[in-house]
């Protein structure tokens, strides 16, 4: 089974809700940011930022709405993988100028502030601030095995969830390590 299938189910096939309560809004936040995080795919060497066409495409499935800034989508992608642990801070913390202009709203509904984006990038940005104001982004993680590198949302109650998959990356990495303390020397 491809590790990819396997990684968007919960590692014990409950949903969210078994082990922290979030509603459908911040459940399409998570599928969503995720959906962004994981348009590169180290797996199968694609990024679908590396195309202008295919970047579009995706926003428009993804978000119903257009976004023509290909070059800031993968800055604020690559910056947001590095945060949630993939691969060292080769750059400053500080945002890069073709991002420092971001796409994100807020507006006054009945009272209640609701954040929102004028472009695709912008429902991106959108929703991963919402996680973050929740306190969920430290639950946004990157698979540590290096031909995998997919971004997961960690459901596991003491969130020391490690591997995209247990039953795929996890085990992988498992099976590597028994050959190596078995190998004869």
Same mark, same amino acid.
């Given at each position: 089974?491809?590790? +990819?299938?396997?990684?968007?189910?919960?590692?014990?096939?409950?949903?969210? #809700?078994?082990?922290?309560?979030?509603?459908?809004?911040?459940? /399409?936040?998570?599928?969503?940011?995720? #959906?962004?995080?994981?348009?590169?795919?180290?797996?199968?060497?694609?990024?679908?930022?590396?195309?202008?066409? /295919?970047?579009?495409?995706?926003?428009?499935?993804?978000?119903?709405?257009? &976004?023509?800034?290909?070059? #800031?989508?993968?800055?604020?992608?690559?910056?947001?993988?590095? &945060?949630?642990?993939?691969?060292?801070?080769?750059?400053?913390? @500080? !945002?890069?100028? @073709? !991002?420092? /202009?971001?796409?994100?709203?807020?507006?006054?509904?009945?009272?209640?502030?609701? !954040? @929102?984006?004028?472009?695709?990038?912008?429902?991106?940005?959108?929703? #991963? @601030?919402? %996680?973050?104001?929740?306190?969920?982004?430290?639950?946004? +993680? %990157?698979?540590?095995?290096?031909?995998?590198?997919?971004?997961?949302?960690?459901?596991?109650?003491?969130? &020391?969830?490690?591997?995209?998959?247990?039953?795929?990356?996890?085990?992988?990495? +498992?099976?590597? &390590?028994?050959?190596?303390?078995?190998?004869?020397?």
């Amino acid at each position: 089974m491809n590790s +990819k299938a396997v990684a968007a189910v919960a590692p014990n096939g409950l949903s969210a #809700a078994a082990s922290e309560p979030v509603g459908p809004d911040t459940e /399409q936040d998570i599928d969503l940011l995720l #959906a962004f995080l994981n348009t590169t795919d180290t797996e199968t060497g694609t990024d679908v930022l590396r195309d202008a066409e /295919q970047w579009q495409q995706w926003c428009l499935e993804h978000t119903g709405q257009a &976004s023509v800034d290909t070059t #800031a989508a993968r800055e604020i992608r690559d910056l947001m993988r590095t &945060s949630v642990g993939c691969g060292p801070m080769t750059t400053p913390r @500080s !945002t890069p100028p @073709s !991002t420092a /202009q971001w796409p994100v709203h807020v507006r006054l509904e009945d009272g209640v502030p609701i !954040t @929102s984006g004028i472009d695709a990038l912008g429902v991106v940005l959108a929703a #991963a @601030s919402r %996680i973050a104001i929740t306190g969920r982004w430290h639950r946004v +993680k %990157i698979c540590p095995a290096t031909n995998c590198l997919w971004a997961f949302y960690d459901r596991s109650r003491n969130r &020391s969830r490690t591997w995209c998959s247990m039953r795929v990356c996890g085990n992988r990495e +498992k099976a590597r &390590s028994w050959r190596e303390r078995h190998a004869p020397n």
